[in-house]
């Protein structure tokens, strides 16, 4: 069961931490550890290759990478190295990315570059080096990696919330994630998207399994969770409350909530962030509180629920009641 719960890290922390958090998560068997690359942050390969040789056996990888400011040639370096370090665990996320606009990033077509990305990827990682020739990506012909790979291929997560990402994720990817959600309606949203595409390839609908992961804070006070999860929301509200078509958060609140994250105000955008709001864009409260989000999701059929930083009022802390507590609950789901 633990691995239909999973952890992801946000590259926010000093060099040796990650490692010491892996082996903590790894202790509860959790068997999936995700680190972020959002904007501003640390990259996610040197917490990556922390990871990798912190822990033995859970698989590890970016949620996401995006290709418009990592060239899917390096993309593909970057995992056939985490794929050797972690002796063949790697996995990874392709995304479109957000806040690029803040440096000149242009994402117009985005789907058709996470595509040809993934060709990219895909063809260097088998060794096949007769190019790629794309509307968005091209590789010339002998071009390849100079060096071996432990593996020909690594399972794809593609991240997205719409209709056209999604439908490409049926077509290619093994799980689609559908981050800072913990909605239950947006696993039966997400799987009807995802069945377009599965079908085009001619995969069975359920194919692709779907991931749900958001901010999560779990503390046995729950109101304290509750508080820290509010300011973690306010930070990306802005992206993704017009993402999530089941569930309506008034313009007037999201205007105010991205104002005041700009102006460095995170306690008074968390004040606009009332309970039902918090409870469809993140993970928070006692460990039985956060059991019952993680259980709704997985009964809505979700393949997988992934709890995001901070984990709790320390992560250390966070880990060890989401291991010890919101695990064994959800454990006959």
């Avoid at 690029?100 to 088998?126: F, K, M, P, T, Y």
């Avoid at 790629?132 to 060096?147: I, N, R």
């Avoid at 997205?160 to 077509?171: E, F, I, Q, T, V």
Wanted: charged share 25%; glycine share 12%; with cysteine.
């Amino acid at each position: 069961m633990s691995g239909r719960v999973s952890i992801a890290f946000q590259t926010d922390k000093p060099g040796g931490r990650y490692g010491e958090l892996a082996a903590i998560a790894d202790g509860y068997g959790f068997d999936v550890i995700s680190v972020y690359s959002d904007l501003t942050f640390q990259p996610a390969l040197p917490a990556l290759l922390e990871i990798a040789r912190a822990t033995s056996r859970v698989r590890i990888g970016p949620a996401c990478l995006n290709p418009f400011t990592i060239h899917p040639f390096e993309i593909a370096g970057q995992i056939a190295v985490l794929d050797a370090v972690s002796g063949g665990r790697a996995y990874l996320g392709l995304a479109r990315g957000a806040w690029l606009e803040a440096i000149g990033i242009d994402q117009r077509h985005a789907v058709e570059r996470v595509d040809e990305a993934w060709s990219v990827v895909s063809r260097l990682l088998a060794g096949d080096d007769r190019g790629f020739d794309g509307d968005q990506v091209t590789l010339a012909p002998g071009v390849a990696l100079g060096y071996p790979r432990v593996r020909s291929k690594v399972p794809l997560l593609v991240g997205g919330w719409g209709k056209k990402m999604l439908r490409l994720a049926g077509r290619i990817a093994d799980e689609a994630k559908v981050g800072g959600s913990a909605n239950p309606e947006m696993v039966t949203m997400a799987r009807r998207r995802l069945a377009v595409g599965e079908v085009e390839s001619g995969r069975t609908p359920g194919t692709v399994g779907v991931v749900m992961g958001a901010v999560s804070v779990v503390d046995t006070d729950g109101e304290r969770a509750r508080s820290l999860a509010r300011r973690e929301v306010a930070m990306y509200l802005g992206v993704v409350a017009d993402l999530d078509p089941t569930f309506s958060v008034a313009p007037e609140v999201v205007e105010r909530v991205r104002a005041d994250v700009a102006m460095g105000r995170p306690e008074r955008a968390a004040a606009f962030i009332d309970d039902e709001t918090l409870d469809r864009f993140a993970f928070s409260g006692t460990p039985d509180q956060v059991a019952d989000q993680v259980g709704a999701l997985l009964q809505a059929g979700a393949a997988r629920v992934e709890l995001g930083t901070p984990h709790g009022v320390t992560p250390e802390r966070g880990i060890e009641l989401i291991g010890e507590r919101v695990l064994p609950v959800v454990s006959g789901i």
